[in-house]
Every structure is written in C-alpha cells, then in structure tokens.
C-alpha cells in the first residue's frame, strides 16, 4: 500500500477558479488521482484533487503557519491599539 499525502475527498460546496496548469503538472495530477483511486477506492476528476493538495501544502508549510501567527498578534495588537485599551 502507497502512503499518500492524500486521503478521500470530501464533499464539500467549493469555490470556482479557473487556474492553467503545465502539461508535466497535469499529468502529475492525473497520475496521483488514478493511485488514490486504487487506494481510496473513491474515483475523483484529478481537479477535485487541488483544493486538498493546497490545503495540505499550507498546513505543513511552517513558514505560513509562522508568518500567519505573527500576523494574528500584530492584527489583535493593532485592534487593541485603536480601541483605546493600551495594554490593558
């Protein structure tokens, strides 16, 4: 059995974009869907596989989540600020 990144997709109410994608990435992506569908046993169109590979990228990307952190404490810190309250 293949350790995927990946598991099943759920069904979710998505949001359209409309992206170009190299061919090489293409076929990737094709590929990648047809071994999830041997392990999963769940057939999807390789573009339903987009949101979930880029979901999975941002959440082990420890940049982002760092730089995403810093950016909640300096907004919180600013909110703050502007209400008045100082530091308390």
Request: cysteine-free; proline content about 6%; hydrophobic content about 40%.
């Amino acid at each position: 059995m293949t350790k995927l990144k990946l598991g099943a997709i759920p069904d979710d109410k998505p949001v359209k974009l409309n992206i170009e994608l190299p061919a090489d990435i293409h076929r990737d992506l094709v590929a990648y869907a047809e071994v999830l569908a041997r392990e999963t046993g769940q057939k999807n169109e390789p573009v339903k596989l987009v949101a979930p590979m880029l979901a999975r990228f941002m959440a082990t990307d420890r940049g982002f989540a760092k730089a995403r952190k810093e950016g909640r404490r300096s907004k919180a810190a600013t909110t703050v600020q502007r209400s008045g309250n100082g530091g308390i």
